[in-house]
């Protein structure tokens, strides 16, 4: 069975960094390396909404309002994938899952990210 488990986040002021981490076990190093694999984040009230995606040749995308100050890589020998948040800004405030294109299946709990001064 597929698990998530998404950590890092943390509560930090306004123009702080954090960087998330979601190990992905269940799955073998092969299989997990030829996933895409997406963040996401869902704030109180709001739907969960798409911030960063890297594909099996590490080729990122990004959502407009993380541009420039987020950046998502891999690490296929770990299955793991990483979230550098920079420039943290208040609208950032929500809870952050990963989770494969196409889904791994399960969600994990996330890890909550908290910008406030």
């Known amino acids: 069975q597929v698990q998530l488990v998404e950590s890092g986040g943390g509560s930090v002021q306004p123009g702080g960094s954090l960087r998330l981490s979601c190990v992905v076990s269940g799955i073998d190093i092969p299989f997990f390396s030829h996933h895409s694999v997406n963040w996401y984040r869902q704030a109180p009230g709001n739907e969960r909404e798409l911030v960063a995606s890297?594909?099996?040749?590490?080729?990122?995308n990004y959502a407009d309002f993380v541009k420039g100050r987020f950046t998502i890589s891999r690490d296929n020998v770990r299955n793991t994938v990483y979230l550098q948040m920079n420039n943290l800004k208040p609208e950032d405030t929500a809870v952050y899952y990963c989770n494969g294109s196409p889904s791994f299946g399960s969600w994990g709990q996330g890890t909550q990210v908290t910008v406030s001064s």
């Open positions: 890297i594909t099996k040749f590490s080729d990122k």
